[in-house]
């Protein structure tokens, strides 16, 4: 079972890298659990498959979805697929705290080495493809439409980051049907990642998946900063700018120098397994310190990659839920610079414990606690934008409120760990575990479903269910702090993070909590899906075609929902910050245009997935030695870039009789609509025209 099949076509593939054959010749809890995992992954795409047959869909996806080039299609698949990856990652994560919880002074029901798989694989979903899609699916979705932009400034390279992004999450699940998925962590640290300690396909998965991640990121970084810079409509000046779109600068440009390290990291690794290099080994003048400081020099500014979009989007939540414009704009514009330059400062805090001088730590750690100061900025901003304003308690705002609390605790928590004596005491142990989901939950997750609450009825044309948000809000707050506040005491106690099995009674209670918190974390999810599956059923009753169905402050509120393909009729002209609260009182922001011009907008194109698809293949092969399937796949892309250059034919013209035609349906909606008021736009009188306060 054990003996490799046909190698020369299959490379180092055995019928015992099935989990299914696995489970079938042990039957035990470990590997049943292994075997429906795979076979849950096998049954979804099964599904997906038939579905798209039986409804005739196939040639729709192809030609209005896979090959499209719009940024907010591309931005919409960005965060579908981070749900997905989502959902895996909540699933191991109760796996996780499951086993801990039975395993006192027990074996448990998961094996060391499965229990080390699924850490490794909650650690790099969650940072690689989950946060990230999903930040920049909305960076994607939103910047454009902010700026008033009809399209990002690189709409091939947009797809593409978009389809190797999937082509990593792909070697992600095909870990789960076909071999086994790294146990070096999320960090992947040689010497264990090396060939010596692990030869399995385990490491490989994880060193090209995240190789596949970080490339389509950097792209992503590139794509938005430059549709930042050279993209902004007339009078957008950079002072004029929302806040999200100025945390998305600072995001892309994060992403643009930290993801390289990443980059090399991994590439330099993956000689050290392939042609035995030994940058990171023990021997023959390898050293992993050098791993460790490219890894923690991505690492730690990837912390604000994923946090500092979440500062963007509740600025915008607060503000238009408050009713008032944000307070300090132009500190919090400062603070989200200073946060951005700051991370790249305190990537040594990882090491105190590694053997460096305290005089060195020392530093680190002060500069650690200086990023403080400007989040606490921030903070002081939100509530004084709440202040003497109309805050709706909405689904939105409740996760910024939820937010702001748990953030602040989980901020208090990093201060004590930028304390190199008392990071020495609690290094390695829970308490690290729970203040690192203490910023990123709140920090990012919350951050990242608000926005999908409050954009939802500018993408899709009708709102969410209210009630079914406010569940979901419910079970994410409670279920974070009963999972993660046991882990403070827990680590405190000393209990050591990643370990299979526990030996000390007294954890029990702990335990227990923190598995009743994973489930009403599930549970949010599970809300969040019967949310979508209510609205879509009540979506007649919740159009909101106008498109301003929160008396938005910002460009992507001034027209339809969802939006046309070129996003602006005619290119706007702004003369202040938040531009479109201002004209729907002083103008008339739904006059038609004295005429119609014809606009070019890219053509669809097979490039992209044909690359992403290529890149899948031959990250696949090179995880399992298939030598002849890794050259097609490399072959594949060099000729298909190739290919591309040769295309002349690249932008499709809308005419202006058609533009007229869609902007008068619209203009005839807003007519007809009815002004709401904010005490009732969760109502379905709601149809996207909000009443204008003066």
């Given amino acids: ?292 400081n490219l890894f923690w020099m991505f690492g730690h500014p990837e912390v604000y990659i994923v946090i500092l979009p979440a500062f963007g989007i509740y600025s915008e939540v607060v503000s238009t839920f408050s009713g008032k414009e944000l307070y300090g704009y132009i500190s919090l514009v400062i603070a989200t610079m200073a946060i951005a330059v700051l991370s790249f400062t305190v990537w040594l805090h990882h090491f105190f414990t590694m053997g460096q001088s305290a005089d060195i730590n020392a530093i680190f750690g002060i500069a650690t606690m200086t990023i403080g100061v400007p989040t606490g900025v921030k903070i002081y901003n939100w509530i004084w934008t709440m202040f003497r304003g109309e805050v709706r308690f909405t689904t939105p705002m409740l996760y910024a409120l939820a937010f702001m609390m748990t953030f602040v605790l989980g901020g208090l928590t990093g201060i004590i760990l930028a304390f190199p004596p008392l990071d020495y005491l609690v290094h390695n142990t829970l308490f690290l575990v729970a203040h690192f989901h203490n910023m990123l939950i709140p920090g990012t997750l919350y951050g990242l479903v608000a926005a999908y609450t409050f954009w939802f009825p500018k993408a899709f044309g009708f709102r969410l269910n209210e009630f079914w948000g406010r569940v979901a809000v419910a079970c994410w707050v409670i279920g974070f702090y009963l999972a993660f506040m046991p882990l403070y005491v827990l680590g405190a106690a000393g209990m050591t993070r990643r370990t299979q099995a526990v030996h000390e009674a007294a954890y029990r209670p702990w335990l227990y909590i923190a598995e009743v918190g994973a489930v009403i974390l599930f549970c949010g999810l599970a809300a969040l899906i019967v949310q979508l599956w209510v609205s879509i059923r009540d979506r007649d009753a919740n159009r909101v075609p106008v498109g301003d169905p929160w008396d938005g402050r910002t460009l992507e509120w001034s027209i339809a929902a969802p939006p046309p393909e070129y996003n602006f009729a005619h290119i706007p002209h702004v003369e202040r910050l938040d531009a479109f609260y201002h004209d729907k009182r002083s103008h008339a922001p739904y006059a038609a245009p004295p005429h119609y011009s014809a606009i070019e907008m890219p053509r669809n194109s097979r490039t992209a997935p044909v690359l992403g698809l290529a890149g899948a293949a031959t990250g696949f092969a090179l995880v399992w030695y298939m030598w002849w399937l890794a050259a097609v796949g490399a072959v594949a892309m060099v000729v298909t870039v190739i290919a591309r250059s040769f295309v002349r034919d690249t932008e499709r013209t809308i005419t202006a009789e058609e533009i007229e035609r869609t902007e008068r349906a619209w203009l005839a909606e807003v007519a007809r609509a009815r002004p709401i008021p904010r005490e009732i736009e969760n109502s379905t009188a709601n149809q996207g025209l909000a009443k204008v306060h003066a």
């Fill in 1 to 292: 079972m054990s003996a490799p099949v046909w190698p020369a076509l299959l490379g180092r593939f055995s019928w015992d890298a099935l989990p299914f054959v696995r489970a079938w010749a042990h039957p035990d809890a470990n590997e049943i659990i292994g075997a429906g995992a795979g076979g849950m992954v096998v049954a979804g795409a099964l599904f997906a498959v038939a579905l798209l047959t039986y409804l005739g869909r196939w040639r729709w996806l192809w030609r209005e979805w896979i090959t499209s080039l719009d940024h907010k299609k591309i931005g919409i698949m960005y965060v579908v697929l981070a749900f997905i990856m989502l959902a895996r990652a909540l699933i191991e994560a109760n796996l996780m705290r499951l086993q801990q919880a039975s395993a006192i002074n027990a074996p448990g029901f998961v094996a060391p080495e499965h229990f080390a798989e699924l850490f490794s694989t909650h650690g790099s979903i969650m940072i690689f493809f989950m946060a990230m899609p999903f930040l920049t699916g909305l960076m994607n979705y939103l910047v454009p439409l902010q700026i008033g932009s009809r399209d990002v400034a690189f709409p091939l390279v947009n797809a593409i980051g978009l389809w190797l992004t999937a082509a990593g999450a792909a070697l992600m699940m095909a870990s789960l049907v076909i071999g086994r998925f790294s146990t070096g962590g999320w960090s992947g640290y040689p010497p264990y990642t090396e060939l010596a300690f692990s030869p399995g396909t385990g490491p490989d998965y994880w060193i090209w998946a995240v190789t596949l991640g970080s490339v389509a990121s950097t792209l992503a970084g590139l794509n938005i900063a430059v549709t930042l810079y050279k993209m902004r409509c007339p009078g957008m000046k950079l002072m004029r700018m929302p806040l999200f779109c100025w945390t998305s600068l600072c995001t892309a440009i994060l992403m643009v120098f930290a993801m390289p390290p990443l980059t090399v990291a991994t590439a330099l690794l993956a000689l050290d397994r392939y042609l035995g290099f030994h940058f990171f080994t023990n021997t023959l003048g390898g050293n992993m310190m050098n791993y460790a």
